[in-house]
C-alpha cells in the first residue's frame, strides 16, 4: 500500500542583514524595525528545515536520498547565503528586505525546481531559537 513520509534535512548557516524600507524616513524605519534597522547589519545564526512528503520508492525504500537533498541545500543555499551579507553580496535580497519571512520564500523558491514535483517540500527558517518561520504556510 502506497504510504506517505516526511523526511527532514536540518542545515545551517550565517549571515547579516539589515532591515529597512528605503522609502520610508529614518525614523519610520527605526520605529518599525528597531535594532534590525542597524545601519552597519547584524548577523543571524540561521537554522534551516527542509521537508519532503512523499511515498518510499519501492526498490530503495527512500522517499529521496538525503545524500542527494543536502547536496542540493548547500549548492542552492548554503554557497548562496552563507558567510553573506544579504542586503550587499546577494542578488536576491539587493531589493528585496531580508526579513526571514522573504527568505524562507526564497529559499523554498530555490529549492523546488531542484526537486521531484511529486514531493511536498515545506521549508521552516529559524532566525533565532525562539523566532522561525515556514513556507508554505
Ligand atoms: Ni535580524
Redesign the pocket.
Known sequence: MAHKVAVFRKEHFNAA?R?YNKGWTDAQNDAVFGL?NNPNY?G?NYELIVKLVGEPDPATGYVIDLKVLSDIVKEEVIARFDHKNLNLDTVEFAELNPTAENIVKVIHDLLRPRIDSKLELTVRLY?TERNFVEYPA
Do not use: K
Open positions: 542583514h532591515l534590525c547584524h543571524h532566525e
